[in-house]
C-alpha cells in the first residue's frame, strides 16, 4: 500500500478509525486487514471496481456490518462491539445516503425527512417541524415536494431527499453509498455540489464510496482505492492519476486488461 | 454425505436460534412499548390494515364453513334421527376448532403474506438499514406494531368468524334442511359452554403472534431480488400455517387437562 496522505493524516484529529478490518462471509474473505484514519471535515473517496467491497467497507462505519476482526472507533471510542442500542446517539451524529435513496415508500417526503426527527427529538424542538423540513429541502434544491410520495419522484430527486434525511439530524459525518449512481452526468452533477456545498456550510466530514472517477476527482480531499480486499492507493487526485500500479491506471482510465478481454473472446484494438 | 448433514444440522440450529432472538426482542419491545403512549399511533395504524380490512373476508370464512357443515353432517344424523341435535356438532366445531383454525389460516395468507412482502421489499431496498442507520431500532418501530395488531385482533376476528359460521349454520339448518329452530338452539346451548367459545378466542393469540412473529422474520430474513422476497412469502405461509396446527394441537391438550382439572370444582360450584 502507498500512503502519501498517512503522515498528514495522523496529525489530524480522526473522527473515524478502522483498525485492522477484516471481514469474512462464509469462506470468502472481502476485506483483508484495512486500516484507515477520516480526517475531521475532509472528504474522503472510496473507488474501486464493483463487488471489491466498498459498501462493505463504508457499512462497517455506522456498524451497519460488524467486523470479522478489527476495530472501528468514532472520536476515538471503540463502536463495534457496542449493542444496538448504546449505539442510537452515535448513529444520530452520522448520516447515511444510500445507494438506491432507501426513502421510505409509504411515506412522503416530509414524514421522511422528520423520520429521525420524530425518533429522537421530542417536545419543543419537535414544534419547528416544517421549517426544519423546508430547510433541508432547500439545501438539496427541492422545496415544495414536502407532499410528494417518492414513487413520484424521479432518481435524482429521491437521493436528494435521501440526502435531506440523512442531514435532517444536522451530523458530523456523512456517508455517501454510490451517491451518483444510476443517475445521468447533469444529475448526477448536482450531487457532487450538493456534497461540496454541505461540507462548504456545516463542515461535515464526509466518505464517500463511488466508482465515478470524475465524482472523486471533484469533490475528494483524498481518495482511497480497494482492489481484492485491499487498499492499494491512498492520496490526493493527482497522487491517483501519477500512480503506476497498472490496476489503478485501468480503473481511472476505464480500461479492460489483456486478460479481461481474452476471457471476453475479444481482441484489443 | 455426513458433512452436508452436518451442514443442515447446524444451519436448523442457527435459524432456530435467530427466530427465538427475534421473537424474543419482538415480545421484550412490545411489553415494553404497552407502557409508552407514542407507540400506539403505530399500532392503531396497523390495526386499520391488518384487522379491519380482514374482516370481510374472515366473515365470508366463517359464513361457509357453518353452512357447509351443516350441509355435510345432516345426512348422518338424520340416519339417526338426531337431525335436531345438528346445531350443537355445528355451533361446536365452529368456536372450538374450525372457526379459529381456518380464521387463522385465512389471515396468515392475508395478512402474513402481506407482511412478509412488505418488510421483505423494504429489507431488499435498504430501508430497514437506513432505520438503522437513524438510531432506530426496526424491530421495534416495524415489527412491535404489527406483532401487537395481530395479537388483539385475530381473536376479535375470530369471534366474527365464529358469529357468521353459527349463522351461516343456522341459516342453512332452517331454510334448507328444515330443521326446528327452537329445539336447533336448545340442543345448541345446551352443548356449547363459554369454556368452548373461550377456548376458541384464547387460541387466537397464540395464532396472531406465531403469524405476525412468523411473517415479520421472514421479511427481515429475505434474500435479496423479486424471487427472494417471493420465496420469503411462501415459507413464511408455510411456516405459519404449521405453527398453527402445532399450537392447535398443544392448546387443545393445554385446554382438556386444564378442563379436566377444574372439571370438579366446577361441579362442586354448580
Same mark, same amino acid.
Request: glycine share 10%.
Given at each position: ?71 472501528v472507533l468514532f472520536k476515538g471510542q471503540r463502536i463495534d462491539e457496542l449493542d444496538e442500542s448504546a449505539l442510537a446517539p452515535i448513529r444520530t451524529r452520522i448520516g447515511f445516503l444510500f445507494q438506491a435513496g432507501a426513502l421510505f415508500d409509504s411515506l412522503t ?161 | 454425505?455426513?458433512m452436508a448433514i452436518g451442514a443442515r444440522t447446524l444451519q436448523f440450529f442457527e435459524d432456530t436460534g435467530q427466530f427465538a432472538r427475534f421473537g424474543s426482542q419482538a415480545l421484550g419491545c412490545s411489553v415494553r412499548c404497552l407502557f409508552r403512549s407514542h407507540a400506539?399511533?403505530l399500532v392503531s395504524t396497523q390495526i386499520n390494515a391488518i384487522g379491519v380490512r380482514s374482516v370481510p373476508v374472515i366473515m365470508i370464512t366463517g359464513a361457509f364453513v357453518g353452512m357447509t357443515l351443516a350441509i355435510q353432517a345432516y345426512d348422518q344424523l338424520a ?117 368452548? %367459545?373461550?377456548?376458541?378466542? *384464547?387460541?387466537?393469540?397464540? @395464532? &396472531?403472534? +406465531?403469524? #405476525?412473529?412468523?411473517?415479520? $422474520?421472514?421479511? !427481515? ?17 408455510? %411456516?405459519?400455517?404449521?405453527? *398453527?396446527?402445532?399450537?392447535? @394441537? &398443544?392448546? +387443545?391438550? #393445554?385446554?382438556?387437562?386444564? $378442563?379436566?382439572? !377444574? ?8
Open positions: 500500500m502507498i500512503s502519501q496522505s498517512e503522515s498528514k493524516s495522523s496529525q489530524e484529529t480522526p473522527v473515524l478509525e478502522i483498525k485492522g478490518l477484516v471481514k469474512k462471509f462464509g469462506q470468502r474473505t472481502v476485506l483483508k486487514n484495512i486500516s484507515l484514519c477520516f480526517a475531521k471535515g475532509k472528504t474522503t473517496a472510496i473507488i474501486g471496481p464493483s463487488g471489491c467491497g466498498k459498501t462493505v467497507l463504508i457499512k462497517h462505519l455506522i456498524c451497519l456490518l460488524r467486523p470479522s476482526t478489527g476495530e417526503v416530509r414524514e421522511n425527512i422528520l423520520f429521525p426527527v420524530r425518533q429522537h427529538q421530542k417536545g419543543p424542538a419537535f414544534k419547528d417541524a416544517d421549517d426544519l423540513v423546508r430547510n433541508k429541502l432547500t439545501m438539496v434544491g427541492l422545496d415544495g415536494f414536502q407532499d410528494y410520495y417518492p414513487a413520484n419522484l424521479s432518481g435524482g430527486q429521491q437521493k436528494r431527499v435521501a440526502l435531506a434525511r440523512a442531514i435532517a439530524l444536522d451530523p458530523e459525518v456523512i456517508l455517501y453509498d454510490e451517491p451518483t449512481t444510476g443517475l445521468d452526468p447533469i444529475r448526477s452533477d448536482i450531487i457532487n455540489e450538493l456534497i461540496l456545498k454541505l461540507q462548504r456550510e456545516l463542515a461535515v466530514t464526509s466518505v464517500v464510496v463511488t466508482h465515478d472517477m470524475k465524482s472523486a476527482y471533484k469533490i475528494a480531499d483524498r481518495i482511497i482505492m480497494l482492489h481484492d480486499g485491499n487498499v492499494i492507493v491512498d492520496g490526493d487526485a493527482d497522487h491517483v492519476k501519477n500512480h503506476t500500479h497498472p490496476i489503478v491506471q485501468q480503473f481511472i482510465h476505464g480500461r479492460l486488461s489483456e486478460e479481461d478481454l481474452a476471457s471476453l473472446n475479444v481482441s484489443s484494438f | 454425505m455426513l400506539y399511533g340416519s339417526m334421527g338426531m337431525e335436531e341435535h345438528l346445531g350443537v356438532l355445528i355451533n361446536l366445531s365452529v368456536v372450538k376448532e374450525l372457526g379459529p383454525v381456518l380464521a387463522a389460516v385465512m389471515l396468515a395468507g392475508r395478512i402474513g403474506g402481506a407482511l412478509t412482502a412488505e418488510l421483505g421489499t423494504m429489507n431488499v431496498t435498504e430501508q430497514i438499514d437506513a432505520i438503522r442507520s437513524m438510531g432506530t431500532d426496526p424491530v421495534r418501530y416495524l415489527v412491535v406494531p404489527r406483532v401487537m395488531a395481530c395479537l388483539l385482533l385475530t381473536p376479535v376476528l375470530i369471534i366474527y368468524a365464529d358469529l357468521l359460521g353459527v349463522l351461516g349454520g343456522a341459516m342453512v339448518s332452517f331454510a334448507h334442511l328444515g330443521i326446528n329452530g327452537r329445539a336447533y338452539w336448545d340442543f345448541s346451548a345446551h352443548g356449547v359452554a363459554m369454556w368452548d %367459545l373461550g377456548i376458541g378466542v *384464547i387460541k387466537g393469540f397464540f @395464532f &396472531g403472534g +406465531a403469524i #405476525a412473529t412468523v411473517s415479520c $422474520y421472514k421479511g !427481515f430474513t429475505c434474500k435479496e431480488g423479486a424471487h427472494g422476497v417471493g420465496q420469503a412469502c411462501t415459507e413464511a405461509f408455510v %411456516l405459519s400455517f404449521i405453527s *398453527i396446527l402445532v399450537l392447535d @394441537f &398443544g392448546l +387443545a391438550v #393445554a385446554a382438556k387437562a386444564i $378442563y379436566q382439572s !377444574f372439571w370438579p370444582i366446577r361441579s362442586i360450584v354448580g
